[in-house]
């Protein structure tokens, strides 16, 4: 495993009990409250709808959005499949795919320009989805 | 022997009987108590570990759930709405269950955004990226089965809307015109308890490992 101690001095390194664990502690305790917060004010999705139809399209899962989008958008399954089997393919590889060693995404202007316009099209598919 | 000599030998009696057979003293000290990490980390890095702390929670909450949900088409709505109104505080159980996902998926993507932001990808972490993307996936597609779980409405929309572009409907289910076979269900039910997080675990195990190997990246 990794030696911090080298190449630093002393002034550099702090110990990890408790500090790191103090910090990891203070945070678990906040997503505690708030997986709390949300039991008491998230609207309730498990009910079925009163007159026995299905309506609550409304209803579905805000990180699913995306993809009932796109399977709206797109008729053929074979080739909705394999949509999205490419680019969840290529999103595991962007490590490969992104041969620049420079490591901040801000001075890689061609490679922030796909990851922005993913990102904005993922959640505009969202908001279709959603006001639809 | 004194009172207080006795108690010194009950109290690392438990602790020495376990030093002695597996040296957990050593383990402890080089990994915990003496460990020495950068100063100065962010606590964006905290993360990953959270999201690790909500599937733990899901873990939890799930095997709960398992004791009173009865994986049956016929059955699984009534065997939920039996929990959250018969089983003692198992509304709280169903609802933390239901809740956490939106959280950890949250995490999840914010901590893929900062290792894409940041280039933490970069060699030689190019395998911790590739696990953690996996585990993204796996995350989205244990929370859409899960969805179908309690066969109700939303289920009913997913399995339509999304369910038959994966093939859900021809391979797994017997989907039949909107209906869903019991076999089907039941494959559902054993992806969503036991395959996925299993696999999940793996996955993890890996990635925890790779990045004690590798140590945290420097900063930019």
């Known amino acids: 495993m990794v030696d911090y101690r080298i190449g630093r001095s002393e002034d550099e390194l702090e110990p990890f009990f408790p500090n790191e664990i103090l910090r990891h502690t203070l945070l678990t305790f906040l997503l505690i409250n708030a997986i709390m917060l949300g039991v008491l004010f998230l609207p309730e999705s498990y009910y079925n709808s009163v007159d026995g139809s299905a309506s609550s399209e409304n209803s579905i899962p805000w990180f699913l959005l995306p993809f009932y989008f796109v399977s709206d958008l797109i008729d053929n399954k074979a080739l909705y499949i394999l949509v999205i089997s490419l680019y969840t393919v290529a999103f595991i590889g962007v490590p490969f795919l992104d041969r620049n060693s420079e490591r901040s995404l801000w001075k890689k202007p061609v490679f922030l320009s796909i990851v922005l316009v993913n990102l904005l099209m993922i959640l505009a598919l969202g908001i279709f989805k959603y006001i639809q | 022997m004194n009172k207080s000599g006795k108690d010194n030998k009950l109290s690392h009696g438990a602790k020495g009987w376990f030093d002695e057979r597996y040296q957990l003293k050593e383990i402890i000290e080089e990994n915990v108590t003496n460990k020495l990490i950068p100063r100065g980390l962010s606590w964006f890095r905290c993360m990953g570990g959270l999201a690790l702390v909500a599937f733990m929670i899901q873990v939890g909450t799930g095997i709960f759930l398992i004791f009173y949900f009865v994986p049956s088409l016929g059955e699984a709505f009534n065997s939920v709405k039996y929990i959250r109104h018969a089983v003692p505080s198992g509304w709280l159980i169903q609802k933390i269950h239901a809740v956490t996902p939106h959280f950890m998926i949250t995490l999840v993507f914010a ?8 280039g933490i990808y970069k060699k030689p972490r190019e395998l911790h990226w590739v696990s953690g993307a996996s585990l993204l996936v796996l995350t989205l597609i244990l929370c859409y089965t899960g969805s179908l779980l309690p066969a109700n409405d939303l289920s009913y929309w997913s399995i339509n809307a999304v369910g038959n572009e994966v093939g859900m409907s021809a391979m797994a289910t017997g989907y039949d015109e909107g209906v869903v076979s019991s076999r089907g269900f039941n494959a559902i039910y054993a992806l969503h308890i036991a395959c ?25």
């Open chain 2, 111 to 118: 901590h893929m955004l900062r290792i894409l932001f940041k």
């Open chain 2, 196 to 220: 996925i997080p299993l696999l999940m675990c793996v996955i993890m195990g890996f990635h925890f490992l790779m990045v004690r190997r590798t140590g945290i990246s420097e900063p930019l």
